[in-house]
Each structure stands twice: as structure tokens, then as C-alpha cells.
């Protein structure tokens, strides 16, 4: 069962992942290891701040889609939300990404296994 932690912040990382100038130019890179490694790199650090740096690692402007979602999504959660989206990232890093990964084909009208997400709190 995937926790409601786990899939806000893999919605958050899809967030940026949609707005990302890097992803759209060199997209196959960017879900090979460049997303992940930026994510584990900046995992530590608050969440706004990990998400200040992810808008300028993966060249995401402010005017985006992907960078208005991240800031609603911030502002959306309280502390302690914003707390456990942060601990999510930085306990689970890979297994966000790879949900993130997902959230996106599923963004985009493609097939995806539902059975991940069945049981998810809201």
C-alpha cells in the first residue's frame, strides 16, 4: 500500500519533473539517474528549500506549470504534511522517483498499473 505521504511527494517531484526545461530536452537522461540524483542530493535540506534548489537544478521556471503546481502543493499542506512529504523524500528517494515516474504517464492519458495505488489515503 502506498502511504499518502509517498504520493504527495511523488506528486510534488512529478510537479517538477513536468516543468523542467532539462526533461523536455533531454528526457531520457533526465529519468535514467539525473532526476534521482538531483532529489537525493537536496533530500536533506527543508522542503521549500529542496524545492527552491530542484526549480534551478532542473531549470524550471517560475511561470511554469510544474512550478505553480509545487508552490500550491506547499502551500496546500500544513507542517506536519510538509513534514512527512520531506521525510518521504528523504527515506525513500528512489521509491518516489519511480512514483513520480508513473504519476507522469498517467498525467499523460497513458496505461498504468491503478493497483499502485489502491488503499492511498486522501
Known amino acids: ?12 517531484l512529478g510537479a517538477l519533473a ?18 534521482r540524483h538531483r532529489v537525493e542530493r537536496f533530500r536533506r535540506l ?6 527552491s534548489r530542484l526549480l534551478d537544478e532542473l531549470q524550471i521556471t517560475a511561470s511554469s506549470e510544474g512550478s505553480e503546481a509545487a508552490v500550491s ?23 518516489v522517483v519511480a512514483l ?3 504519476l507522469r504517464k498517467l498525467k499523460a492519458n497513458k496505461s498504468i498499473d491503478m493497483t499502485l495505488f489502491e488503499g492511498v489515503k486522501t
Do not use: T
Not at 527543508?46 to 524545492?51: E, F, Y
Not at 506547499?74 to 521509491?95: C, F, G, T, Y
Open 73 to 95: 502543493m506547499l502551500k496546500a499542506w500544513n507542517p506536519d504534511e510538509q513534514e512527512a512529504v520531506r521525510l518521504a523524500i528523504l527515506n525513500r528517494p528512489s521509491l
Open 18 to 35: 513536468r516543468g523542467s526545461k532539462y526533461r523536455i530536452e533531454h528526457g531520457k537522461e533526465f529519468w535514467a539517474g539525473f532526476f
Open 1 to 12: 500500500m502506498i502511504e499518502v505521504e509517498d504520493r504527495r511527494a511523488a506528486e510534488l
Open 46 to 51: 527543508p522542503l521549500a528549500q529542496m524545492v
Open 100 to 102: 513520480s515516474y508513473d
